[in-house]
């Protein structure tokens, strides 16, 4: 039950179908995988910053807080860690989901809140909702692969694009201003 | 590890520029984003020291457009190069798809290089990464300087898997592209996932 190619479908059902908070939905919000590639965004922020961006400083400023807490000599975990980065009315907060062997992090960007507390605790239960959805979609697609593997030889090792011409290439980089 | 949404027909990859310190992997990325139009580009994010030396990484979100009905999105991410900065580079070599290896040609900076792709080859098979099986490709950096270590000399000290190799005066764009655009294909091409 790894990497699933489905992810980005059961992504987009459950932020379609969950009922976001109305306080919540003023933030910006965004659900990266560990590398910082963004699944969903609920971007409010100003345009000057990318969701790419955006997300590959969330995943950044996560993976590194985890290294530093590597640091802690006392290795007890009742609970996950969070990330926090606040004053009292605004800041970023991150909190992390993992579903079998893979980890999500869902970030907050908020400001000008008079009840962070409230908002961050909507986040914690967003995410909850979320790897519970999402373990549970895992499973039911799991199992429906093992079944089709037993009646069915497949190739879903194959590469995606194979061979891949230079003219093909070309196409692709002719952004590049000369 | 590359990502591909069936939903919206996306691809995004990373591809890491690694190399010894001052060796020309965020200048790479800056030619990059200097000569990319506009619609193409996203914002380029430098986490650096006081004197512009990096501290964290340079990370630049490039959207190429589309191949065969996916729209192809490469993320390119500069490592320090500093030697203490060694546990930064182990974090953002994680889920990697690509790497270009930036040597310095100065010989006196051979010392330097050896040490770096040593220390590529440690990170990665701490992330669980077979060096042979990522695709790799060399970039000879500044070749207009005076004092430099021969290509051959390069490549037999650096190259033993003979992938491709490139040299390049990236403050100058040379070579730059013509790197990028090779790392792109053996990325691309090593994509996984047949439809389902």
């Not at chain 1, 507390?117 to 549970?136: C, D, H, P, V």
């Not at chain 1, 497949?154 to 980089?173: H, P, Q, V, Y």
């Not at chain 2, 990096?54 to 991410?77: A, M, N, S, V, W």
Request: proline letters at 3%.
């Amino acid at each position: 039950m790894s990497a699933n190619k489905n992810i980005p479908k059961y992504v987009e059902t459950f932020f379609k179908s969950c009922e976001i908070d109305e306080k919540l939905n003023r933030y910006s919000f965004f659900l990266i995988r560990h590398d910082g590639v963004v699944l969903y965004h609920n971007n409010n922020l100003a345009d000057s910053l990318s969701k790419s961006s955006i997300g590959a400083l969330l995943g950044g400023v996560w993976q590194a807080a985890r290294a530093l807490a590597d640091f802690i000599p006392k290795k007890e975990f009742k609970e996950g860690y969070r990330l926090s980065f606040d004053t009292s009315a605004q800041g970023i907060y991150i909190v992390p989901i993992t579903v079998s062997t893979e980890e999500f992090y869902l970030g907050l960007i908020y400001h000008d809140e008079v009840n962070p507390g409230f908002i961050k605790n909507k986040i914690r239960e967003m995410a909850t909702s979320f790897g519970e959805y999402l373990e549970q979609e895992l499973k039911e697609s799991f199992e429906k692969k093992q079944t089709q593997k037993d009646t069915t030889a497949n190739g879903k090792n194959d590469f995606l694009f194979g061979d891949i011409t230079d003219s093909e290439m070309d196409r692709l980089f002719a952004f590049a201003k000369s | 590890m590359s990502f591909v949404n069936y939903v919206t027909k996306e691809v995004n990859c990373k591809i890491v520029y690694y190399g010894p310190g001052l060796g020309g992997k965020t200048t790479n990325i800056q030619y990059v984003y200097q000569k990319t139009s506009g619609d193409s580009k996203g914002n380029i994010i430098s986490l650096n020291t006081e004197n512009e030396r990096t501290l964290f990484f340079d990370f630049l979100p490039l959207d190429l457009g589309e191949i065969r009905g996916f729209k192809t999105r490469f993320h390119l991410y500069t490592v320090p190069g500093q030697v203490f900065y060694e546990a930064s580079r182990k974090l953002i070599l994680r889920g990697v798809d690509g790497i270009i290896f930036v040597a310095d040609s100065q010989v006196e900076r051979m010392e330097s290089n050896i040490e770096s792709l040593k220390s590529l080859e440690r990170n990665l098979i701490d992330q669980g990464y077979d060096i042979e099986k990522v695709p790799l490709v060399m970039q000879w950096n500044k070749r207009d300087l005076p004092n430099i270590t021969s290509v051959k000399d390069l490549h037999e000290a650096l190259n033993k898997w003979n992938v491709p190799e490139f040299e390049a005066v990236a403050i100058k764009g040379s070579g730059v592209f013509d790197t990028l655009k090779t790392i792109s294909k053996l990325v691309l091409m090593n994509l996984k996932g047949g439809l389902e």
